[in-house]
């Protein structure tokens, strides 16, 4: 009976396991992807799921994780029971009624940014008087590329404001500020991040916004992958030889970011994202939201061809919306099953894993090397001309200081608090007596990631036996800004 029942109960899991790994047969996801996403990030829940439901693989109690008994024939499915994965298609790109492809049928619109569906949906809800206004990102026209929210209440306006810029945007106060000027029935265009912040105040027990009763918000949301910080991007792009203030476009396509002078011609300079990537604001690494997935319809280029937008409508109001905005010319829209819906679930799991392979910034000591090229380059002593960085008070740094009296040392520790990569830095440091400087000492450091920390060891000067104390100027300059941190630090056992 016994023997029977054994028999009949390998004969399911056979059946289980066949049918699961026929479904996932061809999929990327394997052992490798499972060792380098959970494993080895250290998020390993150590439940052993992966090692219960594959023949080749079994737990290895001593190194705390799978191993391989048996060759890996790559079905995936390990990974896809792993309670760490995401691999649920409504967990990578949330809920929605329909999808659409779809793109303008307006004129004026056409040629705009990739399929021009947003502005096309503002021109409809101004012709149709559904909205008092729009909350949009428009280009700074005293300073080109730089992001503006702005408040827009016409068709034209839209139309004026089309196109799309990679940086981040204070839309929530442009919101506000049309909140208290009383249009009660408000558009609302922008990124998975921004989009959060209002949903969060109409849903939240604290949210301001649903105090409001005549304040009714459609939330129109941009897939986002990437955002770049303008003062670290454009500097960038100025030192090429960009002339921003004729950059008529830029845009995002195939894993490029490419610029364009003639907006309907091809693009005059593509980076990868790769080469952006130490200009990408610190706070993307740990988004997991690609495709807006709160808002009332979520519009992008992903898995929709070239000039056209991927679409989702995740409401009631987001649907009818697009349906009879097509219905009345100002869109033309394909059925769902016209999105390379592949192409948005693998976008969409890269953002969602990116909380495990974020790059973890390391922690580093100044030491000479000699014999080899170094990442820090220790040069003489040079004069420089004091340049005021652009930002004004925005902190670059964060410096903390730590005395070692035994080795009559005082370890300062800098650490990039800006957001994004700093490059070329030189830091001065140097003793202070009576207004007149001692051993100075000069570093250049060719790059410095976001939150990452250098530490370096001052000596300093005492009778063995004496209390260390002393002042240490410490000055850290770039290329780009100029100085960015100047403060005299008093060293003082602590009492």
């Known amino acids: 009976m016994t023997e029977n029942n054994s028999q009949k109960n390998e004969t399911q899991y056979e059946y289980s396991f066949e049918y699961i790994q026929k479904k996932l047969e061809g999929k990327k996801d394997s052992f490798g992807m499972l060792m380098k996403e959970i494993v080895r990030t250290g998020i390993c829940t150590e439940c052993g ?7 080749v693989l079994e737990w290895d109690d001593l190194a705390g994780q799978p191993k391989l008994i048996g060759k890996c024939t790559g079905c995936g499915i390990c990974y896809n029971q792993c309670p760490r994965t995401i691999t649920d298609p409504y967990q990578l790109m949330g809920d929605f009624k329909t999808g659409y492809v779809a793109n303008t049928n307006i004129p004026e619109v056409i040629g705009g940014q990739d399929g021009g569906t947003v502005t096309s949906l503002l ?3 101004f012709d149709e008087h559904l909205i008092d206004a729009a909350v949009v990102t428009m280009k700074d026209p005293s300073k080109p590329w730089r992001p503006v929210a702005q408040i827009i209440t016409s068709k034209e306006d839209a139309i004026k404001a089309s196109g799309s810029i990679y940086s981040h945007s204070q839309t929530v106060e442009a919101l506000m500020d049309a909140v208290r000027q009383d249009f009660r029935s408000i558009a609302f265009v922008g990124t998975p991040c921004n989009i959060d912040a209002v949903s969060k105040m109409f849903d939240s027990p604290t949210g301001m916004l649903k105090y409001f009763m005549r304040c009714h918000v459609l939330k129109i949301g941009l897939f986002c992958m990437d955002s770049f910080a303008p003062e670290a991007i454009y500097p960038f792009f100025e030192s090429e030889g960009i002339d921003l203030s004729k950059v008529q476009k830029m845009d995002i396509n195939k894993g490029k970011f490419h610029l364009y ?9 593509s980076y990868t994202i790769k080469q952006l990537d130490k200009f990408k604001s610190s706070s993307c690494n740990f988004c997991l939201d690609l495709t807006s997935e709160h808002a009332d319809i979520s519009v992008g280029s992903v ?3 070239a000039n056209k937008n991927t679409v989702f409508a995740r409401s009631g109001i987001g649907a009818e919306i697009m349906e009879d905005a097509a219905e009345k010319g100002y869109l033309k829209i394909e059925p769902f099953n016209a999105i390379n819906l592949n192409a948005v679930l693998f976008l969409a799991k890269l953002k969602k894993v990116s909380q495990y392979t974020v790059r973890k910034r390391k922690v580093f000591i100044v030491r000479d090397a000699p014999e080899e090229e170094p990442r820090i380059e220790t040069k003489p002593e040079t004069e420089q001309a004091e340049v005021t960085p652009p930002l004004g008070t925005k902190k670059f740094l964060s410096v903390s200081k730590d005395l070692n009296e035994e080795k009559k040392t005082v370890n300062i520790s800098l650490t990039n608090t800006i957001g994004y990569v700093l490059e070329d830095m030189k830091i001065r440091i140097a003793t202070v007596e009576e207004l007149f400087e001692k051993k100075p000492w000069i570093t250049t450091i060719t790059e410095l990631f976001p939150f990452e920390t250098i530490e370096i060891g001052y000596p300093l000067e005492g009778e063995p036996g004496e209390p260390v104390v002393a002042n240490v100027l410490v000055e850290v300059s770039t290329e780009a800004f100029g100085k960015i941190f100047s403060r005299t ?7």
Not at 49 to 55: E, F, I, L, R, S
Not at 261 to 269: I, N, R, S, V
Not at 489 to 495: D, I, R, T
């Open 49 to 55: 799921t992966c090692a219960a439901v594959c023949p």
């Open 123 to 125: 021109c409809y809800l």
């Open 261 to 269: 002078y003639d907006p309907q011609g091809e693009p005059f300079k």
């Open 303 to 305: 898995g929709s061809g």
């Open 489 to 495: 630090l008093k060293v003082a056992p602590q009492e």
